[in-house]
Nanobody, 126 residues
């Protein structure tokens, strides 16, 4: 059974950076598409980024394009989300999701992700 644990959130000023981690336990991540999602208070969950299980294909929602970078290290069973140029509107609980889909070279945040972590809070305020 795959379990996901997010970390790296915190309180930062606008313009700051954070590196979020999504760590897996139980199984390796290499056959999973991983997505990062966020949910702000009073808003629906939003897909932020995803990375394919093969070939390193990535996708970003338009509002984070150029500021967020997703990457994975299968040997460490982890996926990362580097967040730069943080804005107050980035404030949310960030969660990662996983979908077992080996050899998939593309991804979309609309996939039916099967496994979820509990999330890590990111707060951007001056």
């Amino acid at each position: 059974q795959l379990q996901l644990v997010e970390s790296g959130g915190g309180l930062v000023q606008p313009g700051g950076s954070l590196r979020l981690s999504c760590a897996a336990s139980g199984v390796t991540l290499e056959n999973y598409v991983i997505g990062w999602f966020r949910q702000a208070p009073g808003k629906e969950r939003e897909g932020v980024s995803c990375i394919s299980s093969a070939g390193g294909g990535t996708k970003y929602t338009e509002s984070v394009e150029g500021r967020f970078t997703i990457s994975r290290d299968n040997a460490k069973k982890a996926v990362y989300l580097q967040i730069n140029g943080l804005k107050p509107e980035d404030t949310a609980v960030y969660s990662c999701g996983a979908l077992w889909s080996p050899s998939l070279s593309v991804c979309t945040m609309l996939l039916p992700f099967q496994y979820w972590g509990q999330g890590t809070q990111v707060t951007v305020t001056s």
